[in-house]
């Protein structure tokens, strides 16, 4: 049999899902198995260089330093074709000097971008970097994970990229805008979730297809109501967290919306203790009257004097 055995007859395709499931640094080590396998690593469209990745070049190679971003921007320099995914970590990673890194980021970003990335999640570890143009304009990309990053509205585009349909802001704080009526155009995202982000009131966004909006772990103080700042009109799925859910329908709102197309509520944290919690529960079902199924996940050590069945529990009434 031929040096690299029946696996190097196997379509291009099924080779590139072989080496997508091996870190980026094991899949560059099955070029010595053949002359197919050479350069097969160069062209694959899932690339990830999260805390193994970093982990394992410190521990084989703990002298290298800052060295080790330059072999990122190798692999970058050497990949051929498209990227359809990318995963950018660096949260553990040990930046000595942050903002020495930033051209390193601009760079790997407009790299990405020209290949044709379609899903990029980018958690950088250093809040103050600004994410390039280059993301808001990228055509192809149609989720977008961010995770610890400061916004700044004025400096962004009035539009995201055309094609996003997915976006989910983890750790992210919006900065304040004095720019009356700034609203984010995002006309193709259909899922929009903020995960313990701080001030969201200063995101307001036009979604005109947005089916999923998740609203979890605020921070920073709310004057208003949270459904001012989004288009509810489309939203079939609404998973909110505990004092989401107070800024979004409680007495804290200072408006009510009208009657949404909901059919699905998903709800977490709630323990029913105060008054506040049930007036807001009972608007929310008031302003659903297409709701088909709900989900409550609770603590019971909240609600320990009605419920005995452990930590956390969860209904669901379909």
């Known amino acids: 049999m031929a040096r690299g055995g029946r696996t190097s007859q196997l379509p291009e395709e099924i080779l590139d ?10 899949a560059a080590k099955t070029a010595v198995l053949s002359t197919v396998w050479r350069d097969l690593w160069t062209t694959l469209t899932q690339l990830c260089f999260d805390d193994h990745f970093f982990k394992c070049f410190e521990k084989n190679y703990p002298w290298a330093g800052e060295y080790r971003f330059y072999v990122f921007t190798k692999i970058l320099l050497q990949h051929k074709g498209t990227i359809r995914k990318c995963v950018i970590n660096l949260s553990h990673a040990r930046i000595p000097h942050v903002w020495s890194l930033s051209f390193d980021c601009d760079k790997w970003l407009s790299l990405v971008t020209s290949k044709g990335v ?25 989720t977008l994970h961010l995770r610890g990053f400061s916004i700044e509205p004025l400096n962004l585009p009035c539009t995201l990229p055309p094609n996003l349909t997915s976006l989910c802001l983890e750790y992210v704080t919006f900065a304040p805008t004095n720019v009356s009526n700034y609203v984010v155009d995002v006309p193709m995202l259909k899922n929009l979730s903020f995960r313990s982000c701080t001030n969201i009131l200063h995101f307001k966004t036009t979604a005109r297809n947005l089916c999923s909006l998740t609203i979890n772990g605020l921070c920073g103080e709310l004057d208003q109501s949270l459904w001012l700042n989004f288009d509810l009109k489309s939203i079939r799925t609404l998973d909110l967290g505990y004092w ?7 007495p ?3 408006f009510q919306p009208n009657a949404l197309s909901v059919e699905l509520v998903k709800l977490s944290g709630l323990c029913f203790e105060y008054h506040v919690d049930v007036s807001a529960f009972v608007c929310l079902l008031c302003v659903c009257p297409k709701l088909c199924e709900l989900e409550i996940t609770f603590s019971v050590k909240k609600v320990s004097n009605a419920f005995h069945y452990g930590d956390v529990g969860m209904c669901s009434f379909p």
Do not use: D, M, V
């Open 244 to 250: 989401s859910l107070q800024n979004f329908l409680g």
């Open 252 to 254: 804290r709102a200072q």
């Open 118 to 142: 379609q899903e990029l999640l980018l958690n950088f570890g250093f809040p103050k970097y600004k994410l390039p143009n280059c993301i808001f304009s990228c055509k192809t990309l149609t």
């Open 17 to 26: 899902h072989i080496l997508g499931l091996l870190p980026i640094q094991e």
